[in-house]
């Protein structure tokens, strides 16, 4: 969620600037025509810099939880300044070419889709019902469905036309994907701002974070959040700060299964 501030830190320079990352996920910045140069803590660590400016983004949301990270990080860096808050992933011709040498190959128009096993129990929504959801949407035949991201993340088999295609994509190639389909299906995680890049139609669900600050700043492009059903959703938003990790009101996780995957495939 920072991308939309180097660009804006570049632009207002005409240009005329240098600007470096330090970052522990240098391949968010890789290809950005905004970027001089991308280090890891150590490296920069061990070297002596001479910076006009050095903005330290540590710990700058997870001060004001209740708002979108990008609107804190814009007014840290720019006061209330008003500019482009939509994120980007900057893609090489050949992460294009292998994308599309993959999807070329599919009858149909299809969808990715997306659901970690994440760290925190409170973002990990049912397993059963995803399940239930997946195969519900493949059962209406309409697109071939595509499960993306890490090979450590949640998937059901490769069967039944649903392709499993977790752990082969970088990030430019998961947004070249992304872009070519008909529409994204997720869980609050880095996959649903991979497509927030994109113009697609986006579906995801959210328990302890609310999908008011954490949904696309884009100004086209449908959005459905899936809110969890139940009276402490967002509960991070209410959180102690700094909200740097998990946190759950009730103890219990229980947004994780408050979602019905009937009125999602039906759409009544």
Not at 39 to 44: A, G, P, T
Not at 138 to 165: C, H, M, P
Not at 184 to 208: K, L
Request: proline share 6%.
């Amino acid at each position: 969620m920072l991308t939309p501030i180097v660009k804006e830190l570049y632009q207002s320079r005409d240009g005329c600037v240098d600007i470096d990352i330090v970052t522990r996920c240098p391949d968010v910045f890789k290809n950005s025509p905004y970027v001089r140069k991308v280090y890891n803590r150590v490296d920069f660590g061990r070297q002596i810099h001479d910076y006009d400016q050095f903005l330290n983004f540590d710990g700058v949301y997870e001060r004001v939880p209740f708002e979108h990270p990008v609107d804190v990080y814009g007014k840290y860096a720019f006061g209330n300044k008003f500019f482009n808050k939509k994120l980007e992933i900057f893609s090489s011709l050949e992460d294009r070419e292998k994308v599309a040498n993959q999807v070329v190959k599919l009858k149909k128009p299809f969808i990715v889709i997306h659901k970690p096993n994440h760290s925190w129990p409170n973002r990990n929504i049912s397993d059963l019902f995803w399940t239930d959801l997946i195969f519900r949407l493949n059962y209406k035949r309409d697109y071939t469905l595509i499960q993306v991201g890490s090979a450590q993340d949640f998937g059901v088999s490769d069967e039944n036309g649903i392709l499993d295609w977790r752990g082969m994509h970088s990030l430019q190639q998961l947004y070249e994907l992304i872009k070519l389909s008909a529409g994204f299906v997720g869980v609050d995680a880095g996959p649903s701002h991979v497509a927030a890049c994109t113009e697609v139609p986006i579906c995801v669900f959210y328990t302890c974070a609310s999908h008011e600050v954490r949904k696309p700043l884009r100004s086209s492009g449908k959005f459905l959040p899936i809110a969890a059903d139940i009276s402490c959703y967002g509960c991070m938003q209410r959180s102690p700060v700094p909200t740097s990790g998990y946190y759950c009101s009730r103890g219990d996780n229980a947004c994780i299964n408050s979602f019905d995957s009937e009125p999602i495939v039906t759409g009544k």
